[in-house]
Structure formats: structure tokens, C-alpha cells
């Protein structure tokens, strides 16, 4: 039978959601909690990738196994077996052909820009203390609506067959002193979201025009986008699926 998890987890101490060698990731976690619950070797298979040390609050993945799981006793017993940074929230059974990721029709984002100095939140947040125009940076993003190809804002010599994405929301709003950038496409290209953001702060700074925008995808250049910003402030917060309700 084959299984969809929903989960969450803070990436600080994860180098990733992707196994790989010598390095703590989500995904290695939870093959060995599964592997060691049920008494064989679990693969699963993640609705996308995340970067060293972001977060998601909403993750799902599928993986097989020829056991008959109740969502409720299994998913507080998977937790048990977890570190306090993957949290489980439901176990249940799809359709033998579900994909994790093919069959996920959108992922959506969010970073948080904190501008006021503030020790509570800074490991989930950035800390920017220079003015940024909200405006200009929401103008800017009516103008991801006119494009598919975002090449600039890709990681180079990352291994793709396209760099399209068709993005369907995107957006800048302020809470408290909290700034918060909420982006949602059918799909996102290694380190997308953190240079979009990037691109908007300087957008945001004055140093360069929401035109300028406009130029710079359409340079397919990754040099004349902006910065990267850290990690930590960047959460997945929603994947949706066609036959999944939208909760945890």
C-alpha cells in the first residue's frame, strides 16, 4: 500500500530535505524512524526539495509498505521516534499510483523580514533594520506575473530540464514589525524564492528601478539578479494535490 505523510519541520539542523553523505537531512531522519517503527527498510519520497537550514511548515511525502496503518496510533508513534524539530501530523493511504511530488500542483512560500531587533524570533527570521519601500516591492511583483522563464533567479549549473515556473501568487505584506513575502507556482527552481527576495530588498533599498526587474529575467543571468538571503527566514508553507484537502 502506498502512504502520504504530513509533516513539518525546522530546518536549522538539517542540512536539507534530500539525503546525502556525511551531512543530518529530513529526509535520512525519516527513512530511519520509519525503517525502525515497522521493522523494514522505508524509502519515501519528498514533495520537493529544501535548502539547508529552511523550514516547512506544511511537507508531505509517500513511501510503501505492505502494513495496514492507522493515521492516529501510527503518526504519535512515528513522532516518538523523531527529534523535536519533525513533527508528523497525519498518516494515510492513496491511491497506489500517488506521487509526492509529480502530482503536487503547487508550492507555496514564505519569507519573513524582521525590522526591529528582536531575540525571540531572529532564528526563523532575517533581520533587515534599513527602510524598505513595500510599495515599490509589491509593484515589482505584479511583474512575475509576465514571465515563465526565471533562469536568473536559478542556483547555477543546477541540473534542470527547464527553467519555467508559473507563478500564481506573489506578494509583500507587513505584521508588526514583521515583513512577510508570500510567492506560490506550480513549481520552484534551487534557491528561486531567496534571490527573488533579494532582488526585491534592493528593489525596496532604491538601488535599483521595479523596472529594472523586467531586465533582469529577461537577461537569464544570474549575476545581474540580487543577493541571496539567508535561509533561515524562508518556510514552505503549503503543497497542494488535487485528491488532498488543504490541512494538516
Same mark, same amino acid.
Not at 509533516?7 to 536539507?16: E, I, L, Q, S
Not at 528582536?118 to 511583474?143: Q, R, T, V
Not at 514583521?178 to 527573488?196: E, G, K, P, W, Y
Given at each position: 500500500?502506498?502512504?502520504?505523510?504530513?509533516?513539518?519541520?525546522?530546518?536549522?539542523?538539517?542540512?536539507?530535505?534530500?539525503?546525502?553523505?556525511?551531512?543530518?537531512?529530513?529526509?535520512?531522519?525519516?527513512?530511519?524512524?520509519?525503517?525502525?517503527?515497522?521493522? @523494514?527498510?522505508?524509502?519515501?519520497?519528498?514533495?520537493?526539495?529544501?535548502?539547508?537550514?529552511?523550514?516547512?511548515?506544511?511537507?508531505?511525502?509517500?513511501?510503501?509498505?505492505?502494513?495496514?496503518?492507522?493515521?492516529?496510533?501510527?503518526?504519535?508513534?512515528?513522532?516518538?521516534?523523531?527529534?523535536?524539530?519533525?513533527?508528523?501530523?497525519?498518516?494515510?493511504?492513496?491511491?497506489?499510483?500517488?506521487?509526492?511530488?509529480?502530482?503536487?500542483?503547487?508550492?507555496?512560500?514564505?519569507?519573513?523580514?524582521?525590522?526591529?531587533?528582536?531575540?525571540?524570533?531572529?532564528?526563523?527570521?532575517?533581520?533587515?533594520?534599513?527602510?524598505?519601500?513595500?510599495?515599490?516591492?509589491? @509593484?515589482?511583483?505584479?511583474?512575475?506575473?509576465?514571465?515563465?522563464?526565471?533562469?536568473?533567479?536559478?542556483?547555477?549549473?543546477?541540473?534542470?530540464?527547464?527553467?519555467?515556473?508559473?507563478?500564481?501568487?506573489?506578494?509583500?505584506?507587513?505584521?508588526?514589525?514583521?515583513?512577510?513575502?508570500?510567492?506560490?507556482?506550480?513549481?520552484?527552481?534551487?534557491?528561486?524564492?531567496?534571490?527573488?527576495?533579494?532582488?526585491?530588498?534592493?528593489?525596496?533599498?532604491?538601488?535599483?528601478?521595479?523596472?529594472?526587474?523586467?531586465?533582469?529575467?529577461?537577461?537569464?543571468?544570474?549575476?545581474?539578479?540580487?543577493?541571496?538571503?539567508?535561509?533561515?527566514?524562508?518556510?514552505?508553507?503549503?503543497?497542494?494535490?488535487?485528491?488532498?484537502?488543504?490541512?494538516?
Amino acid at each position: 500500500m502506498r502512504y502520504f505523510i504530513s509533516f513539518a519541520y525546522n530546518g536549522k539542523n538539517f542540512h536539507g530535505f534530500q539525503s546525502q553523505p556525511d551531512a543530518a537531512s529530513v529526509q535520512e531522519t525519516l527513512e530511519e524512524a520509519l525503517s525502525t517503527l515497522f521493522r @523494514e527498510k522505508i524509502t519515501i519520497v519528498g514533495a520537493g526539495r529544501t535548502d539547508t537550514g529552511v523550514h516547512a511548515k506544511q511537507m508531505y511525502a509517500h513511501f510503501d509498505t505492505e502494513l495496514e496503518l492507522e493515521s492516529d496510533y501510527w503518526s504519535h508513534k512515528l513522532n516518538s521516534f523523531l527529534p523535536p524539530s519533525i513533527v508528523i501530523y497525519r498518516i494515510f493511504s492513496v491511491h497506489p499510483d500517488s506521487h509526492a511530488r509529480f502530482d503536487a500542483t503547487s508550492r507555496t512560500y514564505e519569507y519573513y523580514i524582521h525590522t526591529f531587533k528582536d531575540a525571540f524570533i531572529a532564528e526563523g527570521s532575517w533581520y533587515h533594520s534599513n527602510p524598505l519601500d513595500l510599495e515599490k516591492m509589491n @509593484e515589482s511583483c505584479k511583474i512575475l506575473f509576465e514571465y515563465i522563464d526565471f533562469e536568473c533567479f536559478s542556483k547555477v549549473h543546477t541540473d534542470v530540464n527547464t527553467f519555467n515556473c508559473k507563478i500564481s501568487e506573489a506578494h509583500w505584506k507587513q505584521s508588526g514589525n514583521q515583513l512577510i513575502f508570500t510567492i506560490r507556482a506550480d513549481r520552484f527552481l534551487r534557491n528561486m524564492v531567496r534571490a527573488i527576495v533579494g532582488t526585491m530588498v534592493n528593489i525596496g533599498l532604491g538601488k535599483i528601478e521595479v523596472a529594472d526587474l523586467r531586465t533582469i529575467i529577461e537577461s537569464k543571468d544570474r549575476s545581474k539578479a540580487g543577493f541571496s538571503v539567508p535561509a533561515h527566514g524562508l518556510y514552505l508553507v503549503n503543497v497542494a494535490y488535487p485528491y488532498i484537502e488543504e490541512r494538516k
